[in-house]
């Protein structure tokens, strides 16, 4: 299993990339961590990315994951629960 992770904003954006059969799968943990009361707070969560579409390596899955998480703080706020 591989992490990383990006600020975007108020939020901290936590993408990895698990092993699976056939490849990668991707993950991603949206946490607020600005203007909110007692720390971080999650405010999005998908385990189970595009479907059960697999990537070759790792650092793909990552990059997907990361640059959807990026997306959907700045074009999806509505799917964010804080």
Known sequence: MR???RNEGAYRVYAGAMEAI???SAAVVISRVKGVPNGPREAYKDLA???GHR???AEQALR???ARGCEI???EP???MC
Request: hydrophobic content about 40%.
């Open 73 to 75: 703080v700045r074009s």
């Open 78 to 80: 509505s799917r964010l």
């Open 3 to 5: 992490f990383a992770e």
């Open 22 to 24: 056939g490849g990668y």
């Open 55 to 57: 990537w070759e390596t």
């Open 64 to 66: 997907y994951a990361v």
């Open 49 to 51: 990315m595009s479907g």
